[in-house]
């Protein structure tokens, strides 16, 4: 793991990745220092080439603890990732690829849309080395996680070795 600032903004870096989905090339995320509103954290990642993070797997969920294993506990210190209900506050999708959350890893007894406020995803975490999802309020001033994808020098090999989920 490795800091890297990109303009004002200062990301951690990871060298994990998973190589899901077949050819794609490895997914990578990356976690914010700065904390923003989930909107604004979301066009962030955006302004810095990276996609706003999701978490389409346990695998991939697995990937994020290892990113976010030296973080500290307590809801406040979550991050977003990128699902929410607001569009008819009752059904998550993320809002990037606009999928379903076919996979979710929330926390017992979430999401609650407490006080009828929380419409937003995050990770937060609930032991040592593990985080679950929580929903909260939009505005909340949390860090966030983005994603990339590493094109990978065997593309090539890849492509010629296609499988049925390339
Ligand atoms: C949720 O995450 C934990 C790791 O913190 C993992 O052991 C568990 O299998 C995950 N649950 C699901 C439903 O993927």
Redesign the pocket.
């Known amino acids: 793991m490795f800091y890297k600032v990109l303009g004002s903004v200062l990301f951690i870096l990871t060298l994990s990745k998973a190589n899901i989905g077949g050819c794609k090339p490895p997914k990578t995320y990356v976690a914010s220092n700065d904390r923003m509103g989930f909107h604004n954290a979301f066009i962030t990642c955006r302004q810095y080439g990276f996609e706003p993070a999701e978490i389409h797997t ?1 695998e991939e ?2 990937m994020v ?1 290892k990113l976010l294993k030296h973080e500290k506990a307590g809801l406040e210190h979550g991050f977003w990732i990128f699902a929410t209900n607001l569009d008819d506050k009752k059904s998550y999708y993320w809002l990037n690829s606009g999928r379903r959350l076919f ?3 929330f926390s017992k007894g979430q999401p609650d849309n407490f006080k009828d406020n929380e419409n937003c995803v995050q990770v937060f975490h ?2 040592p ?4 999802w929580n929903d909260l309020p939009c505005t909340s001033q949390i860090r966030f996680l983005c994603q990339h994808y590493q094109e990978e020098k065997n593309q090539e090999a890849c492509e010629g070795n296609r499988v049925s989920n390339c």
Request: without cysteine.
């Open positions: 346990v969920h697995i603890e996979y979710s890893n609930i032991s080395g593990h985080f679950a």
